[in-house]
């Protein structure tokens, strides 16, 4: 069995021949605190054992508190303990040979995932449970819920209920689906409550008429919104504790010092930097002559627009895009720099007193990569803003892509009183910029403390905020002390102050005051441990953020602790705890762990009870002349051959005229040592070509270029860089691989190998992975191309071979008998420097009778070279 988490997207319940009896989805917003419990029946109805999996999408800031699994009677109960306890638990299972497996923490959206092998008539219930906290954005709360069945379901239906003591002011189920169930969400409301069910007939939930696939794909969303009649905020107690929401409003918004510092290196070239552009055209439109700004471009240089903050006004933003539309994003990435020009820009403006004293001064980060030029250590950075940074100067970091190192970005907001947000590169990217500088453009005060009678409560949590924003809510959560829990003082000390020398405003009033545990007692509907457990995630998010930011390693280990034990008390799972999933009487157990180095990837390391799974059709390259690994997985076996070619050398990989796409491989040779030894050969290019829009990838072992005939764009393997033009797609991760996808139907995977570079025979090579699923023509061929039409395969004379280590044997394929040796190769996706051993047949006489023809008839003269047919 298997359990993780990985940024993957994949159907809810995935396995052949299996029958999903019911998928039910409920959530129980209370008080703003959100419960969400989501659980499938399944039956394997094939008549094979086989692995089914099971996976939710859930939110990053949720916290998993609970798994159970129920396997032909046998109950898999989770609890969430300290690691290193969790561990030890786990290994002893591992060393009796039982089920176990690890989960996985992504970066923004996370996919729980468990798989679990069963025999043929078995049935299997999961039940996933997680926590978290509605955020109010642009004033409103919403809730979302990810919805991919993968096939339809007789029992599907998904359950919001919301209970707000103090009244709900409305509540709407945009059509986020898609208008294929426009109308379908069912809203039942009353002054207090709400109730949102989405229960789609099995006849809904087909794409079509007739169709056996669900249209079920997508985003679930609720979003509501509460009464207030104070605003001083809403006092909530419950069992011993009490949550304080304060969001006023009628407030003036105040005016702002923005300066915008725009990455354009050469990894924002094509769709990043559209977007960003598309962005900032509106951002720049929503600025009011009350507000000063200013632009800083970066990529190796930095440049600024205006040396100092201007007015916005009609004529200043008019010439401020069109400085943005004329953007040429090229170069390297100078963070460091850029941020010290725009921290320098407020601190003249202050200085001169050409700003409002009343006013709020920010810098808003727009990047995605890691600094590469000047100082380009992190830390140092870090160091170097905090340093500059006046008390009343906010930083915001957008971090776009899933490459850029979100976690830098992130910490540097949050020491800098900000917040960070990663930008997905899909289609509404600058939506989503849009969207978060409306969350931030508009400040109504600025540091606001809320303060409790100090008889009456512990443990607040944080209670001093620099800065509210239009259409968000602030919240402090804390115990009451027992000698007050039966009489909680209802008055609570809220001061606002703005921080000049001309105003300072402090206001105190009674917050509206509810005691909650009788009206939750007669709620049907209602997570009555609501206030218990928002303390304890507020107070958890807290401190992972200090822990972070601890400027000692003693520090750091006694915020670890205090999270320890805040999250095994309150079950959650975080990167520091582990829930560990037991049968009955602990015979087999499963552990739901955070790896050691997040940049790993969701999967390495995993284990898994049954059979193993890889890319069906790949190509590894190790270390002389290329290797190749076909899988054939409707014969269940991989296959191995060399081809024996010389430097020099352009092989046809993937020839597919009908597609217009062609991958070919360039080898190098190692370097020679004497005359009479052979030279081993390497791929030292590899070249994607797309002709339909005259453009070529070519990677090699020192850069990545990318050619449309007309400008060439080259980005070298010390930058991570995601690159769009037209249909084809570009991800390099900073010194592993690059990822090319062509119209989202064909993707290669190349890998960097590196070497000592005074090896006496080896160079930098790299290898190429290319997944079975691509969307190939029929007319596709080439050295793997061909094999997109898998042949059949039989293998029979099992006997010993010359070597005693390795059998022998007889295949039948294409109308040849071959003789075959059992052996092994190397696949290096998920350990570079090791690798793991692959079992195949090898073909001999570089793959002869097992390719079409001769290998030299794959030979081509040109990187962009379609192969000739017939071969």
Request: charged share 20%; aromatic share 8%; with cysteine.
């Amino acid at each position: 069995m298997c359990l993780f988490l990985s940024q993957n997207s994949q159907p809810a319940i995935r396995g052949d021949d299996i029958t999903v009896k019911s998928y039910k989805v409920e959530s129980r917003i209370t008080s703003r605190f959100c419960h969400t419990t989501v659980k499938s029946s399944v039956v394997n109805s094939g008549p094979n054992a086989q692995s089914i999996g099971f996976n939710v999408q859930i939110p990053k800031r949720a916290f998993i508190t609970n798994f159970t699994m129920n396997v032909n009677g046998i109950m898999f109960v989770g609890s969430v303990k300290e690691k290193t306890v969790a561990r030890n638990l786990y290994a002893q299972a591992r060393a009796r040979g039982k089920a176990a497996g690890l989960v996985r923490y992504g970066t923004d959206m996370e996919t729980f995932k468990t798989e679990v092998h069963v025999p043929p008539g078995s049935k299997i219930e999961f039940e996933l449970h997680y926590q978290e906290m509605m955020q109010r954005k642009l004033g409103f709360y919403e809730h979302s819920l990810y919805l991919q069945p993968g096939r339809l379901v007789p029992q599907f239906q998904v359950d919001v209920y919301i209970y707000e003591p103090n009244g709900i002011a409305s509540v709407e189920t945009p059509n986020t689906l898609g208008e294929h169930f426009s109308g379908m969400a069912k809203l039942t409301s009353s002054k207090d409550k709400a109730h949102v069910v989405f229960k789609p007939s099995l006849q809904q939930q087909r794409k079509c008429e007739n169709c056996t696939t669900s249209a079920i794909d997508g985003i679930f969303t609720v979003k509501y919104d509460v009464l207030r009649d104070s605003n001083a905020g809403e006092l909530h107690v419950s069992d011993g504790h009490f949550v304080h929401f304060f969001a006023p409003a009628n407030l003036s918004p105040l005016p702002k010092n923005i300066v915008f510092v725009i990455d354009v290196s050469g990894s924002m070239w094509g769709v990043k930097m559209k977007q960003t552009v598309e962005a900032m055209q509106t951002i720049l439109d929503d600025l009011t002559l009350d507000d000063y700004f200013s632009i800083v471009d970066f990529n190796h240089n930095v440049r600024c627009w205006s040396e100092e903050l201007v007015p916005g006004s009609t004529i200043q933003v008019a010439e401020a895009k069109k400085y943005i539309q004329n953007i040429k994003p090229n170069g390297g990435t100078n963070i460091n720099e850029a941020l010290m020009r725009a921290v320098q820009m407020l601190v003249k403006a202050s200085n001169q007193g050409m700003i409002d004293p009343r006013s709020v001064s920010m810098i808003m980060l727009v990047s995605d990569g890691d600094p590469t030029v000047g100082e380009i250590k992190l830390s140092a950075i870090q160091k170097n803003v905090k340093k500059v940074m006046r008390e009343e100067f906010s930083l915001f970091s957008l971090g776009i892509g899933f490459d850029v190192d979100y976690d830098f970005l992130e910490r540097i907001a949050m020491e800098n009183r900000g917040v960070a947000q990663r930008i997905y590169t899909s289609h509404d990217a600058s939506d989503q910029i849009r969207r978060f500088y409306s969350q931030v453009s508009s400040p109504l005060l600025r540091k606001i403390t809320v303060q409790f009678p100090e008889d009456s409560v512990s443990d607040v949590t944080q209670n001093h905020f620099d800065k509210y924003f239009s259409g968000s809510e602030l919240v402090v959560a804390g115990k009451v002390l027992p000698s007050e829990a039966s009489a909680v003082p209802d008055d609570c000390v809220i001061t606002l102050s703005v921080a000049n020398d001309r105003l300072d405003l402090s206001l105190q009033t009674e917050a509206d005051y509810l005691e909650l545990d009788a009206a939750l007692a007669q709620q049907q509907h209602a997570f009555t441990g609501f206030a218990r457990q928002m303390w304890a995630y507020i107070t958890v998010n807290q401190l992972l953020a200090e822990r972070s930011l601890a400027p000692t390693a003693g520090k750091k280990r006694k915020i670890t602790q205090r999270i320890l034990t805040l999250a095994v008390e309150h079950q959650f799972v975080t990167p520091l705890t582990a829930l560990l999933v037991e049968s009955e009487e602990a015979k087999e157990r499963l552990l739901a762990d955070s790896p050691r180095d997040p940049k790993q990837g969701c999967c390495a390391g995993s284990g898994m009870v049954g059979p193993r799974q890889r890319t069906p059709v790949q190509m590894v390259h190790m270390e002389n002349d290329p290797h190749f690994i076909i899988h054939l997985p409707k014969n269940n076996m991989d296959v191995c051959f060399n081809i024996d070619s010389e430097p020099g050398h352009i092989l046809n990989l993937v020839s597919d005229p009908g597609a217009g796409v062609v991958v070919n491989g360039q080898l190098v040779g190692s370097k020679r040592v004497e005359e009479k030894e052979k030279v081993n050969t390497y791929f030292g290019t590899i070249s994607v070509f797309y002709q339909p829009d005259g453009i070529r990838v070519s990677v090699t072992t020192d850069r990545i270029d990318l050619t449309d005939g007309r400008n060439n764009h080259s980005f070298t393997w010390g930058a991570t860089a995601d690159i769009t033009q037209d249909r084809v797609k570009v991800s390099i991760v900073k010194d592993s691989k690059v990822m090319v996808t062509v119209d989202d139907k064909i993707t290669v995977m190349v890998l960097l190998h590196r070497v000592w570079k005074k090896h006496p025979t080896h160079v930098d090579f790299l290898g190429l992975y290319i997944p079975n699923n691509n969307q190939y023509s029929s007319q596709a061929h080439g050295l793997i191309g061909q094999f997109g039409q898998e042949p059949e395969v039989r293998v029979f004379n099992l006997h010993q071979g010359a070597d005693p280590l390795k059998k022998e044997a007889t295949m039948e394929v294409k109308g040849n008998k071959l003789v075959v040796t059992r052996g092994w190769q190397k696949d290096y996706r998920r350990d570079k420097k090791r690798g793991s051993d692959v079992f195949c047949w090898f073909i001999h006489n570089s793959g002869k009778g097992f390719i079409d023809g001769h290998y030299a008839n794959y030979i081509v003269p040109r990187l962009d070279s379609f192969l000739p047919l017939p071969l």
